[in-house]
């Protein structure tokens, strides 16, 4: 199969952890007879140098004419990068909300899994992790409060600023359906969490989720309020199969949720619309405090790439060896800076991504 891979490479440690993933993916076609052709994309900061925004037409055409995206990170540090000093709305950020909406991609699905050799990085005691957890965040990623209505406005000498959230019930019915298709295939239980006890937008999320369940009558739905998950996160995560979301709660609970596996180095993302089309990205930032030192960790774009196998080309099997590679390696006692504990052998990104490269088709 030819599988024809739009690449955004992005800002900060973008390039240096997307090349890694590539020359992954690169050994897991020969290994497995396929090809890839790559299409080098620009969004963010890198876009914004060439073109004066953060992400054009064309790209979107052209990341429209691939099978899938694979991307790095886009953004820098907003004190001193001068995309900073643009209108919010040509920031690097803008490009990667532009791409999830022009693209539709709607579901976004971050695994959060703790993997018995990173034990050692979890802040959380071993009485809470014994055993280990597996969770995946079901964040909406086109609607909500990035994508509602903003404004600031000055009246009186007194500045105020608006953000609207707002769903309408379509929207929640279809990632409510993904959800719950997820779940199925999992541990079946589905935590949809909200502030019902506050938000409309919230209150009729609960109602249209409940909806949805009664077509899933195999999957246990329980809902949680955020400020309460963010608590049984740290308490009690193995309690977790399923999290279901919107926008921002997704945001805020996946980058604690990641924090829990050990880092958010490790956390992989897939961005879904309604065809077998994703956009694969690693779910932490461009770190532009570590950029082009060579310590960043990989991991979660190469295990982004499994996720785009598995999803956008349905080739489980190679997506599974990139995902034993990664543990092999993890076994073998290599981490970079990130994940490093006590004993074990401090590597850079590049012979991260070599050593899990060199795992693929071994048994
Ligand atoms: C993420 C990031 C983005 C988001 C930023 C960079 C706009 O934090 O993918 O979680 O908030 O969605
Ligand atoms: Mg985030």
């Not at 973008?14 to 993916?25: H, S, Y």
């Not at 690693?282 to 405090?289: I, N, Q, T």
Request: hydrophobic share 40%; net charge negative.
């Amino acid at each position: 199969m030819n599988l024809k891979i739009g690449v955004i490479k992005g800002d900060g440690i973008g390039p240096e952890i997307v090349t890694e993933a590539m020359k992954v993916l690169d050994k897991t076609a020969e290994v497995y007879g396929h090809t890839c052709s790559y299409e080098q994309l620009l969004m963010g900061g890198a876009s914004i140098d060439v073109h004066g925004i953060p992400l054009t037409d064309e790209t979107i055409q052209r990341a429209k004419s691939c099978d899938a995206v694979l991307m790095g990170s886009i953004g820098g540090d907003a004190k001193t990068s001068p995309w900073y000093k643009l209108e919010p709305s040509k920031r690097p950020e803008a490009g990667l909300l532009k791409i999830r909406k022009e693209l539709n991609l709607f579901a976004n699905l971050r695994p959060a899994v703790l993997y018995e050799e990173l034990k050692g990085a979890c802040p959380l005691k071993e009485e809470i992790t014994e055993g280990g957890f597996d969770m995946m965040i079901m964040r909406e990623l086109t609607g909500g409060l990035y994508f509602g209505e903003r404004k600031t406005v000055e009246e009186n000498g007194v500045l105020t600023a608006m953000d609207s959230l707002c769903y309408n019930e379509n929207e929640i019915r279809r990632i409510a359906k993904r959800g719950f298709d997820i779940a199925m295939k999992r541990r079946k239980k589905v935590t949809s969490v909200d502030k019902a006890n506050v938000l409309d937008s919230s209150r009729l999320w609960r109602k249209v989720v409940e909806q949805a369940a009664e077509e899933y009558p195999e999957v246990t739905l329980e809902h949680m309020l955020v400020d309460n998950c963010a608590m049984q996160l740290v308490k009690d995560p193995k309690q977790f199969d399923v999290i279901l979301t919107e926008n921002m709660f997704g945001d805020i609970l996946s980058d604690e949720a990641s924090m829990v596996t050990g880092s958010i180095g490790m956390l992989a993302s897939a961005s879904l619309n309604e065809t077998k089309f994703g956009l694969y990205e690693p779910s932490g930032g461009s770190a532009p405090d570590i950029a082009g030192k060579g310590i960043a960790n990989p991991i979660a774009t190469i295990l982004s790439a499994a996720m785009m196998l598995r999803f956008s080309f349905d080739l489980d099997k190679e997506a599974e060896a990139i995902e034993e590679a990664v543990s092999r390696v993890l076994k073998e006692g290599c981490r970079t800076i990130d994940i490093m504990s006590e004993g074990k052998t401090q590597i850079g990104t590049a012979q991260m991504g070599d050593l899990i490269t060199g795992y693929i088709g071994k048994h």
